[in-house]
Every structure is written in structure tokens, then in C-alpha cells.
């Protein structure tokens, strides 16, 4: 298990002949990415697709197939950033997703989602290397959910 999609700083590792693992270690808040491979005395198989859960100070709740059961916009991490932040959002079910950045001033930035999402959890990078240093709001519009958050931007 790790928080970086890349996988680059790995967390977690072990061995299981169980279906099941439950996690020991305390996480901190934030996106965090996990995939599996199966090994016996024929040899190592290749690397699942990766799968993901997020760590937010509260919970998504997860219906029997895995999907989330409402919305959710989760705070950026990094938060303060340079110049990458990620941000993780739930969609319950198929529609259109909007995230915008603002300025404080309220002035559009950056349009940063603007299509149609199945049901499932979504990770998008903000790079903000174009952007000053400042206090920015993001806000997610999908179907009648609107949620707002504030990021800041530290260079």
C-alpha cells in the first residue's frame, strides 16, 4: 500500500494466504493506492490494477460492489502544496463532474474536471505551476451535490 500512485514510497508490504488484510498501522489523512500480485512454487504473476481508499477525518461509505453511496469532495494532499496537489472525489452514480479553481477573488483559474464520470472514486492532479502563491477555492458541481473547499498554494 502506498499514498503516491506511482508507487514509488512503498508503506505496506506483506505476505497473506488470507483473503483479507486489515491494516495495523496508523494512516494519516489522504489518498491511498494498493494492488495486489499472487506468488506459489510456479512463480510471481503480474501486478493487479491498481485500487484505492481515502482518508479524509471522515468516511466514504461503500455499497456491496465497491462503489461509493453519495457524493464527496475530499480536501486536497498535499495541503499547502508545491506546485502538485491531489484531489479525490466520490460519484454515487453516472453524471457529469464539474471542478473548477477559483481565485479568492472568486475569478475562475482553471477548470480543472469537466466530463462524465461513472460510478467510482476519482483522483486528479492539480498542478499549479502556472498559478502565484495564494489561497485558492475548489468546488465540485455533479448532478444537484455542489461542494467547496479551500486549498492553498505555497511556492
Do not use: C
Not at 481515502?54 to 499547502?80: C, F, M, R, V
Not at 502538485?84 to 475562475?108: C, N
Not at 477548470?111 to 499549479?128: Q, W
Amino acid at each position: 500500500m502506498d499514498n503516491d500512485i506511482n508507487f514509488s514510497s512503498l508503506l505496506i508490504s506483506f505476505i497473506s494466504s488470507e483473503h483479507e488484510y486489515t491494516v495495523s498501522e496508523e494512516l494519516t489523512d489522504g489518498a491511498y493506492y494498493w494492488r495486489v500480485r499472487a506468488s506459489n512454487t510456479a512463480g510471481t504473476g503480474l501486478w493487479s490494477e491498481e485500487w484505492s481508499f481515502i482518508l479524509d477525518g471522515t468516511s466514504i461509505s461503500l455499497n456491496k460492489d465497491g462503489l461509493p453511496e453519495q457524493y464527496a469532495l475530499l480536501q486536497n494532499y498535499p495541503n499547502p502544496f508545491n506546485p502538485s496537489s491531489k484531489i479525490t472525489y466520490a460519484v454515487p452514480e453516472g453524471t457529469k463532474v464539474k471542478i473548477v479553481i477559483y481565485d479568492i477573488l472568486g475569478v475562475e483559474v482553471l477548470d480543472l474536471v469537466d466530463e462524465y464520470h461513472s460510478p467510482g472514486i476519482y483522483t486528479v492532479t492539480l498542478n499549479a505551476n502556472n498559478l502565484s502563491t495564494g489561497i485558492y477555492i475548489y468546488r465540485m458541481i455533479a448532478d444537484s451535490f455542489v461542494e467547496t473547499k479551500k486549498l492553498m498554494l505555497l511556492k
